[in-house]
């Protein structure tokens, strides 16, 4: 089974910064999840990768199939970024398997 | 717009009580799951089930079990509920993206409370 690993847990920033999240996993994939979940709020899905980078506004996610590693940046950070982020990666129709989060506050 | 539903955001139990979780997709997929979420475990996969009357057990399905009559409906069931099943219960539907990809969307989650 896949094993999915985040960094950093927990993660405390002023407004303004520059954030970066890491995924790594350890068996190969077909494709890598970036979910966000504010405070008491449902699961919803930023990100599906399978190679490359995307970008959405200030979040911008990249994935290195060959080193089994993912990063999602958000730029000029704002507190409403505070949530916890997910990483998630599938296998084929396999169910996902979830890293355990990072939880971002994002300060005034 | 993809909708995921469920039955009840909030719901309170007695132990010992059958407890059913309703969840409700509009998009004619087929695979379905449900999990269960806990401060400092993470997400963790009770159920799922790639066609209707198809189930498979995830990691945690102890004291669980699901029922999928129809395509667009999954429901978890408490036989007897415990205090240990007090969480956060999140119903997801998937479907095929095209190249080998499937997009996983969730519903808003039940916050179930056993006392």
């Known amino acids: 089974k896949n094993e999915v690993e985040q960094s950093p847990q927990n993660l405390t920033a002023q407004e303004g910064e520059f954030i970066t999240i890491n995924c790594s996993y350890s068996?190969?994939?077909?494709?890598l999840h970036w979910l966000q979940q504010h405070p008491g709020g449902g699961i919803v899905s930023l990100f599906m990768l399978s190679s490359g980078k995307k970008k959405h506004g200030r979040l911008i996610a990249t994935i290195n199939i060959q080193e089994k590693h993912s990063s999602l940046h958000i730029t000029a950070s704002h507190p409403r970024d505070s949530a916890v982020y997910i990483c998630?990666?599938?296998?084929?129709?396999?169910?996902?398997?979830f890293g355990k989060g990072t939880r971002l506050s994002v300060i005034a | 717009d993809v909708k995921v539903t469920q039955s009840s955001r909030y719901l309170v139990k007695r132990t010992g009580e059958k407890v059913f979780l309703e969840c409700v997709q509009d998009m004619d997929h087929e695979n379905m799951f449900w999990y269960r979420q806990d401060p400092g475990l993470g997400l963790r996969l009770i159920y799922f089930?790639?066609?209707?009357?198809?189930?498979e057990k995830g990691d945690i399905p102890e004291g669980y079990s699901v029922s999928r009559e129809k395509k667009e409906r999954f429901s978890l069931i408490l036989e007897s509920a415990s205090t240990n099943q007090t969480s956060m219960y999140l119903c997801a539907s998937r479907g095929y993206f095209g190249q080998g990809l499937y997009e996983q969307y969730f519903g808003p989650g039940t916050r179930l409370t056993v006392t």
């Open positions: 998630a990666v599938l296998s084929g129709n396999t169910p996902l398997v």
């Open positions: 068996v190969g994939i077909s494709a």
């Open positions: 089930s790639y066609d209707v009357k198809m189930k």
